[in-house]
């Protein structure tokens, strides 16, 4: 018996549609990278990118338990001396909604190139509309 490997000419990426609303955002990215790494799929090889397309809607009526919508802080630092910027998840619901689904998704797909790959496959609307209808994506319950 010989271990099966995938190779990017074998398989046929997917497309899932998932609506974000009144979903726990952990929950919900935990998912989605799982579906974007290819783990829900027989042919899994950690190597190649077997993962498939996610569209996420609704991402401005996505929900943190507890206390977290309060207590959440989104750091990054821009290289220079005294550069670190803080934004609250609260303001970064206001002005971006799709980057707390972004941003909770990235940090659980593999640190590499392949891992950015795979996060280019994901694309988040703040809104119910979307401009992938043409790739008829099937829902997803979580």
């Given at each position: 018996m010989?271990t099966?490997m995938a190779?990017?000419?074998e398989?046929?990426?997917e497309?899932h549609?998932v609506d974000?609303?009144?979903?726990?955002v952990?929950?919900?990215?935990a998912?989605i990278?799982?579906?974007?790494?290819?783990?829900h799929?027989?042919?899994y090889?950690?190597h190649v990118d077997?993962?498939d397309y996610?569209?996420?809607?609704?991402?401005?009526?996505s929900?943190?338990?507890?206390?977290?919508?309060?207590?959440?802080?989104?750091?990054?630092?821009t290289?220079y001396?005294?550069?670190?910027?803080?934004?609250?998840?609260?303001?970064?619901?206001?002005e971006?909604p799709?980057?707390?689904?972004?941003?909770?998704?990235?940090?659980?797909?593999?640190?590499?190139t392949l891992g950015?790959?795979?996060l280019?496959?994901?694309?988040i609307?703040?809104?119910?509309?979307?401009?992938?209808?043409?790739q008829q994506p099937?829902?997803?319950?979580?």
């Amino acid at each position: 018996m010989k271990t099966f490997m995938a190779k990017e000419s074998e398989f046929q990426r997917e497309w899932h549609l998932v609506d974000a609303s009144q979903l726990p955002v952990g929950r919900l990215a935990a998912r989605i990278a799982q579906i974007l790494m290819g783990k829900h799929k027989p042919t899994y090889t950690p190597h190649v990118d077997t993962g498939d397309y996610v569209v996420v809607t609704n991402a401005k009526e996505s929900v943190l338990t507890g206390r977290k919508a309060e207590q959440r802080v989104y750091r990054h630092h821009t290289g220079y001396i005294g550069g670190l910027k803080e934004i609250s998840h609260r303001r970064m619901m206001e002005e971006h909604p799709e980057r707390v689904i972004r941003l909770a998704v990235r940090r659980m797909l593999p640190k590499s190139t392949l891992g950015r790959h795979m996060l280019s496959k994901l694309k988040i609307y703040e809104g119910a509309e979307h401009p992938h209808a043409a790739q008829q994506p099937k829902p997803l319950s979580l």
